[in-house]
């Protein structure tokens, strides 16, 4: 097989990682971006989803639609356990499965709006539960299994969910905060009918979910529901504080199912691995939604990160297409080049990343060890889809994140929501209006609107756009430092750190200073094997200055074993900030073990 690395090379004068049409392996389904960019509307787009008189449903369009075409055969799932257990679930299946489940929500009197929430690993149940909840006209939600007893209160009280579903390794922490969730009537567990019976929660119902599954019909006549009827919700990150009830609409799957052909690039005879968890936005509109309803099949390994194992997934699957995260990426990278060259990864065919801003390093290792680029791309829970990327034909600007989906108008606006000129940073903002927007902030209106401003909907997130159209991520409004009147990203001198050859992950925050107004500390995680020293410290300023730029070295750095990562795998700067000056730690219900 041709290698990709024909399609790319580097420039190393200015560093842009170059895209030859003529050398795709396969034609890119999105081949020039500025011609569709132009010629695109929402209203063209959405025939690709199938509407009945106006009405739509997103399971419908991920799998029961290739349940009934000529598809119906072809796998759709490909699941890997912990333990190596391997499964197979058609179009087909995964939609009888998902009837069945919808069957048994209607015999629970479950209806339109109410809300069906899941705490489980991924484990199949999960995706065919979601699609079945959706099927149902109910609505979804999602929790990482890793989540303790607050995070699963906070959740299914704010949710108010009616039935919840999950495992028997997880039942104990639902049932510590039971009795504070007067809404929560049934909890259905996986597993064992003879384990089930003996979980008890006083004043709910325990039921052990194959049984009842195993008497429903396989056919269900799948509610055709109003664009706009809630579909699914889940709960943002926390990385910057507490988690927000995000609600998404069925319309969402005609911006998923777009999305993913043109940025993810999907088509029938990929295999698709996508690593993100469907307890977060990535693992619902592209690893249920906006992937299958262009046919792809998926791969999903419940199992925890383990370079080795994963390497071995892409080899097994012959993994064409492959979806990850900056945290993911950085931690294969430490663990050597040398592993990689162990496995047969040469059906790759396509890198993305996505979650939190690609530092260049670890693009440039990716186009070194797997003879491709990782392609970064920009979203939020709460846009429900991507709005910012790279896309196959185009050319790649490490460490930028690309550029608009076409349909979608992004900006840099003040903070009076007044668009600012090339090259100035700003907020990064879009014109409201696509259709995977969020519908509300469960429970919280005033907050939903507090993201709308001049007519468009402010991100949170700094940036700014350079001369070609391309978008540059400085930081999160909050994180951004201003130090002696300068205003630096966290992320420019967290990506100029990890180039230093000793630096595997960096942290950087500003931190309240008499003289400077703030100065730049940088928490450093260190290769392995490397120890720190004073003399370290002063190299790696050193490097910096000159890298970067001689305001933006970090004037204090402290070594640090593990930086605080949120359970979605991003670092959670107010933390390191909080700890730093001594303050509360505020909300920590996302924060990955520490
Ligand atoms: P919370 O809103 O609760 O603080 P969160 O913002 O981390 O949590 P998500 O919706 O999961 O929750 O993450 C979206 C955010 O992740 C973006 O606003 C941005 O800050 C960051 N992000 C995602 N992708 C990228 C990217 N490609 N480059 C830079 N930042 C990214
Ligand atoms: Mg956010």
């Not at 390093?361 to 991507?386: A, C, M, S, Y």
């Not at 400077?516 to 200055?545: C, H, N, T, Y």
Request: charged fraction near 25%; charge should be positive; aromatic fraction near 10%.
């Amino acid at each position: 097989m041709k290698r990709q690395t024909l399609t790319q090379e580097i420039l190393m004068n200015t560093g842009i990682i170059k895209k030859k049409a003529s050398l795709f392996k396969v034609e890119p389904n999105l081949l020039d971006y500025k011609r569709v960019r132009k010629s695109f509307s929402w209203e063209l787009a959405q025939k690709e989803i199938d509407f009945k008189e106006d009405k739509l449903n997103a399971a419908y369009n991920a799998v029961e639609r290739n349940a009934l075409n000529w598809r119906k055969n072809k796998i759709a799932l490909y699941w890997m356990g912990a333990d190596d257990q391997k499964e197979k679930f058609t179009f087909s299946e995964l939609n009888q499965l998902s009837s069945q489940f919808a069957n048994l929500l209607h015999d629970f009197s479950i209806d339109i709006g109410d809300r069906v929430f899941f705490f489980l690993s991924r484990v199949p149940t999960l995706y065919y539960g979601f699609l079945g909840t959706l099927k149902r006209g109910a609505i979804a939600g999602t929790m990482f299994a890793a989540f303790g007893p607050q995070a699963i209160e906070d959740r299914l009280g704010n949710s108010q969910a009616k039935i919840l579903v999950t495992e028997p390794e997880l039942f104990d922490r639902v049932a510590k905060v039971a009795h504070k969730l007067p809404h929560l009537e049934t909890v259905l567990v996986t597993g064992e009918e003879k384990e089930t019976n003996r979980l008890k929660i006083h004043g709910k119902k325990i039921l052990n979910l194959p049984e009842l599954l195993k008497k429903q019909s396989t056919s269900y006549k799948t509610r055709q529901m109003d664009p706009d009827d809630y579909a699914f919700m889940l709960y943002t990150s926390g990385t910057t504080g507490k988690p927000k009830g995000v609600v998404h609409a069925h319309r969402a799957i005609i911006h998923e199912h777009i999305s993913a052909k043109y940025v993810l690039d999907l088509r029938d005879d990929d295999v698709y691995w996508c690593t993100a968890d469907p307890g977060w936005v990535t693992g619902i509109a592209y690893e249920i939604l906006g992937s299958w309803s262009n046919g792809a099949a998926t791969v999903v390994y419940n199992g925890r990160f383990d370079p080795e194992v994963w390497y071995q997934i892409i080899q097994d699957y012959k993994v064409n297409v492959w979806y990850t995260a900056p945290t993911a990426i950085r931690m294969l990278q430490a663990a050597g080049s040398d592993l990689v060259r162990k496995y047969d990864l040469s059906s790759l065919r396509y890198l993305a990343s996505v979650g939190e801003p690609l530092n260049p390093e670890p693009i440039r290792w990716g186009l070194k060890v797997f003879g491709l680029p990782f392609h970064d791309n920009w979203w939020q829970t709460e846009t429900g889809g991507i709005l910012i990327a790279n896309y196959p034909s185009m050319d790649i600007k490490p460490g930028s994140m690309g550029k608009p989906l076409p349909g979608i108008t992004a900006a840099i606006v003040d903070d009076e929501g007044k668009e600012l000129p090339v090259g100035d940073e700003g907020n990064l903002a879009i014109k409201p209006g696509w259709p995977s927007m969020m519908k509300t902030i469960w429970r919280r209106p005033e907050k939903y609107e507090s993201y709308f401003k001049r007519h468009w909907y402010i991100s949170g997130d700094r940036a700014y756009k350079d001369k070609d159209g391309y978008f540059w991520f400085i930081g999160r409004a909050d994180d951004v430092i201003k130090t002696s009147g300068e205003r630096v990203g966290p992320f420019e001198v967290e990506s100029a750190l990890i180039e230093h050859q000793n630096v595997i992950e960096a942290g950087v925050i500003g931190k309240p200073d008499p003289l400077r107004g703030e100065i730049i500390k940088a928490f450093v995680k260190l290769k392995e094997g490397v120890r720190p020293s004073e003399k370290l410290k002063e190299d790696i300023q050193e490097f910096v200055k000159k890298h970067l730029a001689a305001h933006a070295y970090p004037r204090e750095i402290e070594f640090i074993d593990k930086l605080p990562k949120t359970r979605s795998g991003k670092i959670m700067r107010r933390l390191l900030k909080a700890k730093e000056l001594g303050l509360s730690l505020g909300d920590t219900s996302t924060l990955e073990e520490y």
